[in-house]
């Protein structure tokens, strides 16, 4: 049997008390599914703390059979974006389940490459959080974008009666303006195309416990607002979708043309017309509206990596 070779790159908040549950959701989907075979993982800041994703991400791999699969420790903090607003987001979280990690030696962005390298043309990367250590590994090494198979995205939302901006966008704008920019194949799977794919409370209900990773899904999701409010099912945010979508490759396919603004909005266009609004920088009349669209972004050469 064929498996197909999935990178996860997540800041996974299943284990942190409080935080959202999807991510770890979409990893026990993916560990547990016969026809993937996920090749490398990392973590990277968002939804809680660099530090605190990497203890979730060795837990649930380590629960689940995968610790074997190489580790990358993450950025832990955007390109240039402001992070201030972070702290209010985090200061309702519970403390992280101590986890006696094991080592990691290698940071996520030179995970990346050595993954793609050493698997060319088969690796799909799913990005889960920020973008940030995807951008940074096509900076150290732009080679590898013919070499990677697909990138799937949770990140934006394009719904023009509501343009706010999407949390993974929003983490880091200048990332995702490289990674969607760079000429990798990217399939976008926005708040659109996520909150489509449900999870009832009946079906939280016939998981089978047993298993760790399974049970503390379970237990962590009881006290979330964002759960309580969902009525009467809950929707999975992305995750498990973008799961999905890597187990079946016809699954939620769009060919979006899009620009994305300073603040982080991901704006539809048309071929037509650009939206005229004040955050958006002017772009060049010479773009091809066929294709997906971002504010330019000059080359740098090697830019600085977070050290483990």
């Not at 793609?116 to 590994?137: D, E, F, K």
């Not at 379970?218 to 099912?233: G, L």
Request: glycine share 8%.
């Amino acid at each position: 049997m064929n498996k197909k070779l999935v990178y996860v790159d997540t800041d996974v908040g299943l284990g942190t008390p409080g935080a959202e549950i999807d991510d770890g959701a979409a990893l026990i989907f993916l560990l547990r599914n016969k026809l993937i075979d996920i090749v490398g993982a990392g973590s990277v800041f968002g939804n809680i703390s660099l530090h605190d994703a990497a203890l979730n991400l060795d837990r649930l791999l380590t629960w689940l059979g995968g610790e074997h699969i190489p580790l990358g420790f993450g950025a832990e903090r955007p390109l240039i974006a402001d992070t201030t607003w972070f702290e209010s987001w985090q200061s309702v979280y519970g403390k992280t389940l101590s986890w006696n990690s094991r080592p990691v030696t290698y940071l996520a962005a030179n995970l990346i490459i050595h993954t793609i390298r050493t698997h060319p043309g088969q690796v799909s990367i799913i990005s889960l959080g920020p973008m940030t250590n995807l951008a940074l590994a096509i900076r150290l090494e732009p080679a590898i974008i013919p070499l990677t198979r697909e990138v799937i995205v949770m990140g934006g939302s394009f719904n023009v009666q509501n343009p706010a901006p999407e949390f993974n966008v929003r983490c880091d704008p200048e990332a995702a303006q490289i990674v969607f920019s760079s000429g990798w194949k990217v399939h976008i799977l926005g708040l659109d195309i996520t909150r489509r794919v449900h999870f009832s409370r009946g079906d939280f209900a016939s998981l089978r416990d047993g298993n760790p990773a399974v049970e503390l899904l379970k237990s962590q999701k009881a006290p979330m607002d964002w759960v309580s409010t969902m009525n009467p099912i809950i929707t999975t945010g992305g995750p498990l979708g973008l799961a999905a979508k890597a187990a079946h490759p016809n699954a939620g396919k769009l060919l979006i043309d899009f620009i994305l603004s300073k603040s982080g909005q991901t704006q539809l266009r048309n071929y037509y017309r650009i939206p005229s609004r004040a955050d958006l920088e002017p772009l060049s009349a010479k773009l091809d509206p066929r294709r997906l669209h971002l504010l330019p972004m000059a080359p740098i050469s090697r830019p600085p990596l977070p050290m483990c």
